[in-house]
C-alpha cells in the first residue's frame, strides 16, 4: 500500500485551483508574449485581435487542464459507489472461465475470513501489471460472500486513472492506494484488499516467485489499529510465472525520475506476449496460463494477540514469516512451477 | 442451464423424505457441496432459508436459498434469493414395488451475463451433472444403509421381549 503522494495532492491542487493558476502562471506567459504583437508591425488591431486568441487559447488549455486534473483527482479519491454490484455480478461467469480454465484458480479457506464487518486482506503480489491473483480473488471472495459483501481493493494510481480499464476496475470495487481511501472502505464496513510490497513486489524477477516482499512497508500495521481491523492474510503463488519478469529496473526509475513524477519506483522489464521485450509493462501483457493457488490464513486480531499497544515490527515481523511459511509450502506442494 | 438425474432407492418415500428434509445431511450426501447452513429461525418447510455452496471450477459458488415448495414425500423446490440464479427440486414417486424413485432438477445461472454466462453454464455443466449424480448415489446408499439398520432394531426389538 502506497502512501497518497504527489499525484494526488497535485492533482488536488490543480482540480480545486485552476483559477490560481489561470491567474498567476498565465498572466505571466501572457506579459512575456503580448509585446511580441506590439512589435511585430502588425498595427495595434491585429496585435488586439492577436492577444484575444491568445488569451482565448490559454483560457482552453487552463480549462482542459483543469478539467483533467478534476477528473484524475476524483478517480484518485475514494468513492466507494464506484462499484457496481450488479456489474461485477453480470461479471462473474466471465472471471470464472478465465480463472478455471486458464489459470486453473484455487482459493482455500475463504471461511478464515470473518463472516461480517470490515476486515483487512492482506496479500503478497504477483503477476506485473496484469494480477491474475486479484481477479481470482475478487471472484472468489464474491462468490463465497455474495456481491451483497462490500469489497474493495487498493491499487496503484496508475491503474485506477487509466481511460477505460481504470474505469472497469472501480466499477469492480478497485480504489487509488492511500491512507485516506483505504480508511474511508474500512469504515463503511467494506472487506479491503491491499498489496503492502505494491509495484515493487509485483514486478519481482520470475525466480523470486516464492518469496514475499513487503520492502518494508508497515502502513497496513497502522490502519488495521486505527480502525480496529483484523488482518487476514492471503498468500498466493503462480502469477510471477505469467510471465518471464527479468528485473525491476529501479535504477532506471530512478535515473529517469520516474518515482518523482508518477510515483513509480520501478521500470519492469520482462519477456512477455505479445512484446517480446517487455519494458515498463504500462500497457500489460497477455498472461501465460500458470496455474494460481491462493490460501487464506486465520485472522489475527493485533490487540489480542500482541497486547494493548502492539509493535509495528514485531507484528509486521509476525506477518510476513507466516505468509513467507506459506508461500514455500504452497511452492513445495507443486510439482512443477507454472504448471502446478 | 438446466440438469436432470435420477435414482431408484430401495426404500419408501418416507425415508427419502425423512433424509432430504434434514439440512444437516446435505453435507453429507451432496458431492461438492462445502456449505448448506440454515439461516434465520426456521429449520425446514416452506420459507426456511439456508445459505449454500457448490465447489465449480475455480469458486465455490451459491448463496442464499429459499424453500419454496413443500409437499412432505412428494415434492421439494427451492429457488435462489441471492447469489446465483439456482432452482432445484426434489421429486418422490413411490414405484408399484414399494421403492422410491428419486428426480433431482437443478437450474442455475447468471441472467445479464450474456454469451460469457452461457459458455460459462455449458462449461460448468459436466461437473455440475457429475456432482448430481454422485449425490443421488449417496443418499441412495445412505437411505438404503439407513432402513437395513432400522429394520434390524426392529427385528432386534421384536426378538429380545421373546428371549427375557
Known amino acids: 500500500m502506497a502512501d497518497p503522494s504527489t499525484v494526488a495532492d497535485q492533482a488536488r491542487a490543480n482540480g480545486n485551483g485552476s483559477a490560481p493558476a489561470d491567474a498567476s502562471g498565465h498572466s505571466g506567459l501572457r506579459d512575456r508574449l503580448a509585446p511580441l504583437g506590439a512589435a511585430s508591425g502588425i498595427g495595434a488591431p491585429l496585435g488586439r485581435i492577436g492577444r484575444g486568441l491568445l488569451s482565448a487559447a490559454q483560457d482552453v488549455a487552463a480549462d482542459a487542464a483543469g478539467s483533467a486534473a478534476r477528473r484524475v483527482n476524483k478517480r484518485l479519491r475514494a468513492d466507494l459507489d464506484d462499484r457496481d454490484p450488479d456489474w461485477l455480478r453480470e461479471r462473474l461467469p466471465l472471471l470464472w472461465l478465465l480463472a478455471t480454465i486458464w489459470f486453473r484458480g484455487e482459493v482455500r479457506n475463504l471461511g478464515n475470513i470473518p463472516e461480517k464487518g470490515a476486515v483487512l486482506l492482506v496479500g503478497n503480489h504477483s503477476g506485473g501489471n496484469v494480477t491474475p491473483d486479484t481477479f481470482i480473488f475478487t471472484l472468489a471472495f464474491s462468490s463465497y460472500f455474495g456481491i451483497e459483501r462490500k469489497f474493495h481493493q487498493l491499487a496503484h494510481n496508475l491503474v485506477v486513472t487509466l481511460p477505460v480499464s481504470g474505469a472497469l476496475v472501480r466499477r469492480g470495487g478497485t480504489v487509488a492506494a492511500?491512507?485516506?481511501?483505504?480508511?474511508?472502505?474500512?469504515?463503511?464496513?467494506?472487506?479491503?484488499?491491499?498489496?503492502?510490497?505494491?509495484?515493487?513486489?509485483?514486478?519481482?524477477?520470475?525466480?523470486?516467485?516464492?518469496?514475499?516482499?513487503?520492502?518494508?512497508?508497515?502502513?497496513?500495521?497502522?490502519?488495521?489499529?486505527?480502525?480496529?481491523?483484523?488482518?487476514?492474510?492471503?498468500?498466493?503463488?503462480?502469477?510471477?510465472?505469467?510471465?518471464?519478469?527479468?528485473?525491476?529496473?529501479?535504477?532506471?526509475?530512478?535515473?529517469?525520475?520516474?518515482?518523482?513524477?508518477?510515483?513509480?519506483?520501478?521500470?519492469?522489464?520482462?519477456?512477455?506476449?505479445?512484446?517480446?521485450?517487455?519494458?515498463?509493462?504500462?500497457?500489460?501483457?497477455?498472461?501465460?496460463?500458470?496455474?494460481?493457488?491462493?490460501?487464506?490464513?486465520?485472522?489475527?486480531?493485533?490487540?489480542?494477540?500482541?497486547?494493548?499497544?502492539?509493535?509495528?515490527?514485531?507484528?509486521?515481523d509476525h506477518i510476513t514469516r507466516q505468509m513467507q511459511e506459506t508461500l514455500e509450502a504452497l511452492d513445495a506442494e507443486r510439482r512443477y512451477p507454472f504448471i502446478g | 442451464?438446466?440438469?436432470?438425474?435420477?435414482?431408484?432407492?430401495?426404500?419408501?418415500?418416507?425415508?427419502?423424505?425423512?433424509?432430504?428434509?434434514?439440512?444437516?445431511?446435505?453435507?453429507?450426501?451432496?458431492?461438492?457441496?462445502?456449505?448448506?447452513?440454515?439461516?434465520?429461525?426456521?429449520?425446514?418447510?416452506?420459507?426456511?432459508?439456508?445459505?449454500?455452496?457448490?465447489?465449480?471450477?475455480?469458486?465455490?459458488?451459491?448463496?442464499?436459498?429459499?424453500?419454496?415448495?413443500?409437499?412432505?414425500?412428494?415434492?421439494?423446490?427451492?429457488?435462489?434469493?441471492?447469489?446465483?440464479?439456482?432452482?432445484?427440486?426434489?421429486?418422490?414417486?413411490?414405484?408399484?414395488?414399494?421403492?422410491?424413485?428419486?428426480?433431482?432438477?437443478?437450474?442455475?445461472?447468471?441472467?445479464?451475463?450474456?454469451?460469457?454466462?452461457?459458455?460459462?453454464?455449458?462449461?460448468?455443466?459436466?461437473?455440475?451433472?457429475?456432482?448430481?449424480?454422485?449425490?443421488?448415489?449417496?443418499?441412495?446408499?445412505?437411505?438404503?444403509?439407513?432402513?437395513?439398520?432400522?429394520?434390524?432394531?426392529?427385528?432386534?426389538?421384536e426378538r429380545e421381549p421373546a428371549e427375557i
Open chain 1, 178 to 316: 492511500s491512507h485516506k481511501n483505504a480508511q474511508k472502505a474500512l469504515e463503511a464496513g467494506a472487506a479491503l484488499l491491499v498489496y503492502p510490497g505494491g509495484d515493487w513486489e509485483v514486478h519481482r524477477p520470475t525466480w523470486d516467485s516464492a518469496k514475499v516482499d513487503f520492502a518494508g512497508r508497515k502502513g497496513f500495521i497502522r490502519l488495521a489499529l486505527d480502525q480496529e481491523v483484523p488482518i487476514v492474510p492471503v498468500v498466493s503463488i503462480g502469477g510471477q510465472e505469467t510471465a518471464l519478469f527479468l528485473s525491476r529496473g529501479d535504477r532506471l526509475a530512478r535515473a529517469l525520475q520516474l518515482d518523482k513524477i508518477f510515483r513509480l519506483k520501478v521500470l519492469p522489464i520482462s519477456l512477455a506476449v505479445p512484446w517480446g521485450l517487455n519494458v515498463g509493462d504500462f500497457l500489460g501483457h497477455v498472461p501465460l496460463p500458470a496455474k494460481v493457488t491462493t490460501e487464506v490464513l486465520p485472522a489475527i486480531n493485533l490487540r489480542e494477540q500482541f497486547g494493548p499497544d502492539p509493535e509495528p515490527d514485531e507484528v509486521y
Open chain 2, 1 to 157: 442451464m438446466r440438469l436432470n438425474e435420477s435414482i431408484v432407492i430401495s426404500a419408501p418415500p418416507k425415508l427419502v423424505w425423512d433424509h432430504i428434509a434434514e439440512p444437516s445431511n446435505y453435507l453429507h450426501f451432496m458431492s461438492g457441496i462445502t456449505r448448506w447452513e440454515v439461516e434465520g429461525e426456521q429449520r425446514q418447510g416452506l420459507g426456511a432459508r439456508y445459505r449454500m455452496l457448490i465447489r465449480v471450477g475455480s469458486a465455490e459458488v451459491g448463496g442464499l436459498i429459499e424453500i419454496v415448495e413443500w409437499q412432505p414425500e412428494r415434492e421439494m423446490a427451492w429457488s435462489s434469493v441471492m447469489g446465483v440464479d439456482q432452482r432445484g427440486r426434489w421429486r418422490l414417486r413411490e414405484t408399484t414395488d414399494g421403492r422410491t424413485r428419486v428426480e433431482l432438477r437443478y437450474a442455475y445461472g447468471v441472467a445479464g451475463a450474456g454469451i460469457p454466462g452461457y459458455i460459462a453454464e455449458l462449461v460448468a455443466s459436466p461437473s455440475l451433472g457429475s456432482n448430481l449424480r454422485k449425490s443421488l448415489q449417496q443418499l441412495k446408499r445412505q437411505v438404503e444403509h439407513e432402513r437395513l439398520r432400522a429394520e434390524a432394531a426392529r427385528r432386534r426389538a
